[in-house]
């Protein structure tokens, strides 16, 4: 028979005093029952996703109030723009509200992970069409530097996600 050393979790930091254990309960699952997280929109997270739908937001505004001189590039860099604001919203919405914990049939931080690289490459790819066809028209010219604002945050983005999901991941698996 083996005496080992055990890890006995308890509830209560060696700081205070320990709380009745109805409260500490009622505190978790009050947690568990909030519409809302409140935390996500401080995190770093939730204000990348705030900062991209805004750079992408003010993109699009400068390129639809703005005088084309290739219809295609340019619609092609709106339809970008806003299927990209969409998902992120999208993300966003599933994020604050913490849909994912209901659906859990779907990898989530694969499928936001699989949002942001393609949509990164199709958004450099706009901001770079956009930009060569500005032709120094000031609006399309903001569009296009917006644009390549929104992609420099979706690559931070892209990061943070790897990082998180297939990183943490591995560590995990090996201990």
Not at 14 to 23: D, L, Q, R, V
Not at 28 to 42: K, P, T
Not at 109 to 135: C, D, M, N, Q
């Amino acid at each position: 028979m083996s005496h080992g050393a055990r890890v006995i979790r308890t509830g209560v930091s060696s700081g205070g005093p320990a709380a009745p254990p109805a409260a500490a309960a009622s505190s978790s699952a009050g947690s568990d029952a909030e519409l809302m997280d409140g935390a996500y929109f401080r995190s770093c997270a939730g204000m990348l996703k705030v900062a991209q739908m805004i750079s992408l937001l003010i993109g699009f505004i400068s390129v639809n109030n703005s005088p084309w001189t290739d219809y295609s590039a340019y619609s092609y860099f709106q339809i970008v723009t806003m299927c990209d604001l969409v998902m992120i919203l999208f993300f966003y919405i599933i994020h604050i509200f913490r849909i994912y914990r209901k659906l859990t049939c779907v990898s989530w931080p694969l499928a936001e992970f699989l949002h942001y690289l393609i949509g990164t490459i199709l958004l450099l790819i706009a901001s770079i069409v956009a930009a060569s066809k500005s032709y120094n028209l000031s609006g399309l010219v903001a569009g296009a530097t917006f644009g390549f604002l929104a992609t420099i945050l979706c690559v931070l983005s892209i990061w943070s996600s790897y990082k998180v999901s297939c990183i943490t991941q591995s560590t995990n698996a090996s201990v």
